[in-house]
C-alpha cells in the first residue's frame, strides 16, 4: 500500500512559480509516478508522470515547457516546478502511482491507470 501527501500548494500570481510535493509512504521505487489536475467544474486531466528511475518523463503539452516533473527516491517524494503560471492552471493538483514493476517506459496519461491517489493541494493563480 502506497500513501501520498501533497503540499505546497498556494496563492501565486500569473508569472509566479510554485513547487509542489508529494511524499509517498512505504516504497514507491517500483511505480511510475504522475500529477493530475482538476480545475473547477472541469474533468480531472493528466499533466506529467515520471518513471520508476525518474530517467522519462511526459508532460501535458499545455503545460510543456513551463512545468518540470522529478523525483528523489531515497525522500521518497515526487516534485512538480511550475513556472510561468497562468490564471488557467489554477486547480486541485493531485499526485497519484502506477505500479511499473522493473519497466522504465511505463508511463501512463490515464487516471485509470493509477492505483494510488494523494488528497491534492489547491494552486490558485490570479491574473
Known amino acids: 500500500q502506497v500513501q501520498l501527501v501533497e503540499s505546497g500548494g498556494g496563492l501565486v500570481q500569473a508569472g509566479g512559480s510554485l513547487r509542489l510535493s508529494c511524499a509517498a509512504s512505504?516504497?514507491?521505487?517500483?511505480?511510475?509516478m504522475g500529477w493530475f489536475r482538476q480545475a473547477p467544474g472541469k474533468e480531472r486531466e493528466f499533466v506529467a508522470t515520471i518513471s520508476r528511475t525518474g530517467s522519462n518523463t511526459y508532460t501535458a503539452d499545455s503545460v510543456k515547457g513551463r512545468f518540470t516533473i522529478s523525483r528523489d527516491n531515497v525522500k521518497n517524494t515526487v516534485y512538480l516546478q511550475m513556472n510561468s503560471l497562468k490564471s488557467e492552471d489554477t486547480a486541485v493538483y493531485s499526485c497519484a502511482a502506477s505500479w511499473a514493476q522493473y519497466s522504465d517506459y511505463h508511463l501512463p496519461r490515464l487516471q485509470t491507470d493509477y492505483t494510488y491517489w494523494g488528497q491534492g493541494t489547491q494552486v490558485t493563480v490570479s491574473s
Open positions: 512505504g516504497r514507491t521505487f517500483g511505480y511510475t
